[in-house]
């Protein structure tokens, strides 16, 4: 059966919908999303974090976007070293996920103790059992609420094998 729900009226101060964030959260776990390791290298240090919001955004000249919640690390030492690798995770990777999501005891540079890692031309680690890794020049970034939008020109391409990728719905991990 549908279930539609609808937004209270609008505030009346800002105009905006006052949207249930909870609904939201649940609506955005029911929609598939590819899983990769966003990482990057430089002199700010060496940083990376599990991310489902990836997309493409034209490929002349190649681009894609990353959110990332802004209070976290990784997000600071992104911004300051200005590139960044999206890996695109095979299901074989979930335990990376893991790590790189916050969910083990590795922190900060010691998540790279796991997998198998080399750099591309910005220096940002890359992952070799990735099924596509997207060397970045970041060209933009944007506040939106808790996040940042970061647009980044793709400098480099390393593909990787064909496997089945991993994808994260319904707050847990699958197999495509």
């Known amino acids: 059966m549908l279930k539609t729900h609808t937004s209270p009226p609008s505030d009346a101060a800002s105009g ?3 949207l249930d964030p909870g609904l939201f959260r649940e609506g955005m776990s029911r929609v ?9 290298q430089g002199s700010a240090g060496r940083a990376g974090l599990t991310a489902t919001a ?3 955004v034209t490929d002349s000249p190649a681009s894609l976007l990353v959110c990332v919640n802004s209070a976290g690390r990784s997000a600071q030492v992104l911004l300051a ?4 690798c999206v890996n695109t995770l095979s299901a074989p990777d979930l335990p ?3 790590i790189f999501a916050g969910r083990t005891d590795l922190h900060g540079q010691d998540r790279f103790s796991s997998g198998q890692w080399e750099d591309l031309l910005t220096g940002s680690p890359t992952l070799m059992t990735s099924l596509v890794s997207f060397d970045c020049r970041l060209t933009e970034a944007r506040v939106v609420a808790t996040h940042h939008v970061i647009l980044g020109e793709i400098v480099a391409v390393r593909l990787g094998d064909r496997m089945p990728a991993l994808v ?4 847990l991990y699958h197999e495509l």
Do not use: E, M, S
């Open 16 to 18: 905006a919908p006052a």
């Open 81 to 84: 070293n200005k590139v960044f």
């Open 32 to 40: 598939a999303g590819a899983v990769h390791i966003v990482t990057t």
């Open 96 to 98: 990376l996920a893991d």
């Open 54 to 56: 990836v997309a493409p």
């Open 168 to 171: 994260y719905q319904g707050r």
